[in-house]
């Protein structure tokens, strides 16, 4: 089965770091831009970050800007989501997710509707 299988989420204190993985199961992403996105309960699902198939352009949303740094192994078919200096309010499921189509970046991406596959998500909770 074709999917994709986050891990790396956990329970961390404020000022904390953790590192996300994003494997591609059967799932080829060395061609697509590929999104981190986070859920906490009662909101919407949000765009964290998005790197272009190339490594070549990364956006974040401006609440992680300086904190979280995203990346990518096409060798490994793996994108990293590293995350320093976590806080309360960055508690969440974390998903990743393959863009529908294929951008290279040409206009990158933190929509949730522009990507069709997607994880199962992985915890990540942020308390003392």
């Known amino acids: 089965q074709s999917q994709l299988v986050e891990s790396g989420g956990g329970l961390v204190q404020p000022g904390g770091s953790l590192r996300l993985s994003c494997v591609g199961s059967?799932?080829?992403?060395?061609?697509?831009?590929i999104g981190w996105f986070r859920q906490a309960p009662g909101k919407e699902r949000e765009g964290v970050s998005c790197?272009?198939?190339?490594?070549?352009?990364?956006d974040y949303v401006d609440s992680v800007k300086g904190r979280f740094t995203i990346s990518r192994d096409n060798a490994k078919n793996t994108v990293y989501l590293q995350m320093t200096n976590l806080e309360p309010e960055d508690t969440a499921i974390y998903y990743c997710?393959?863009?529908?189509?294929?951008?290279?970046?040409?206009?990158?991406?933190?929509?949730?509707?522009?990507?069709?596959?997607w994880g199962q998500g992985t915890q990540v909770t942020i308390s003392s």
């Open positions: 059967g799932l080829t992403l060395s061609v697509y831009d």
């Open positions: 997710a393959r863009r529908r189509g294929t951008w290279d970046g040409f206009r990158l991406s933190l929509q949730p509707d522009d990507y069709d596959y």
């Open positions: 790197i272009a198939s190339s490594g070549g352009r990364i």
